[in-house]
């Protein structure tokens, strides 16, 4: 699993209408494919990248919730996510220290509880 840089912006509004929703999403542009993310403003976004996965995992400190998507990184398809908001959860999954965990610990920890 590798962390990756790809281009991560807000969507037009083309797009945002396209996708029925009221505020713009953001999507990541990855080599070719757009894909969307389920990821609040002021979350920090880390995108890792395994063989075809993408793992996007989005941490939210001041509100206190993790989510992380899995898509196939060619055709942008969603395999699976999860989240998690709030205290109990974040420290069953990653200890009660979570807020120190390193993003890629984090997203691999989370990695084997959906396998």
Known sequence: ??????????????????SQLIHAGSVIELEGT?????TGRS?????????TV???LSVNYKHEYIGMEIFDAA???EYENIF?????E???YLGT???????????????????
């Not at 699993?1 to 209408?17: D, F, G, S, V």
């Not at 998690?84 to 109990?88: F, P, R």
Request: aromatic residues 8%; positive net charge.
């Open 54 to 56: 993408l793992y996007v």
């Open 84 to 88: 998690i908001q709030n205290q109990w």
């Open 1 to 18: 699993m590798t962390q990756i840089a790809p281009h991560i912006r807000l969507m037009t509004l083309e797009e945002t209408r396209a």
């Open 43 to 51: 979350d920090r976004v880390h995108v890792f990248k395994e063989s």
């Open 90 to 92: 974040l420290e069953e």
């Open 97 to 115: 220290r979570w807020r120190e965990v390193a993003p890629k610990t984090i997203a691999r920890k989370l990695r084997e509880f959906l396998a």
């Open 34 to 38: 757009t894909i969307h993310i389920a």
């Open 75 to 77: 055709s942008g398809e």
